[in-house]
């Protein structure tokens, strides 16, 4: 069993700063790929960033300059700094890992964290 679990999400005014963190526990060989992904009501949900094992990161064009991914492999957990945020940043943000058990390779996704942006 395997399971991600997102925090740091909540209220910030535009122009503020959030962190997010998402941890990865269960029967885990190896994390490869993670990444955060957000949705806004009535939106498709779209990618954030993605980080490599090896530190390879990849973003989305929106936040590119204001939003930074990192992890920790030793604790299994993935961050996202958000800085310089604006109302269309509202969204739950979602975490996800590409987790290696003894038996199998699968995406695995949290449950997602709300996180709301006052103008």
């Known amino acids: 069993q395997v399971q991600l679990v997102e925090s740091g999400g909540g209220l910030v005014q535009a122009g503020g700063s959030l962190r997010l963190s998402c941890a990865a526990s269960?029967?885990?060989?190896?994390?490869?790929?993670m990444g955060w992904y957000r949705q806004a009501p009535g939106k498709q949900r779209e990618l954030v960033a993605t980080?490599?094992?090896?530190?390879?990161?990849n973003y989305a064009d929106s936040v590119k300059g204001r939003f930074a991914i990192s992890r920790d492999n030793a604790k299994n957990t993935v961050f996202l700094q958000m800085n310089s945020m604006k109302p269309e940043d509202t969204a739950v943000y979602y975490c996800?890992?590409?987790?290696?058990?003894?038996?199998?390779?699968?995406?695995?996704w949290g449950q997602g964290t709300q996180v709301t942006v006052s103008s």
């Open positions: 996800s890992a590409d987790v290696l058990t003894p038996k199998i390779l699968y995406t695995h």
């Open positions: 269960g029967s885990i060989s190896k994390i490869n790929d």
């Open positions: 980080i490599s094992s090896g530190g390879s990161t």
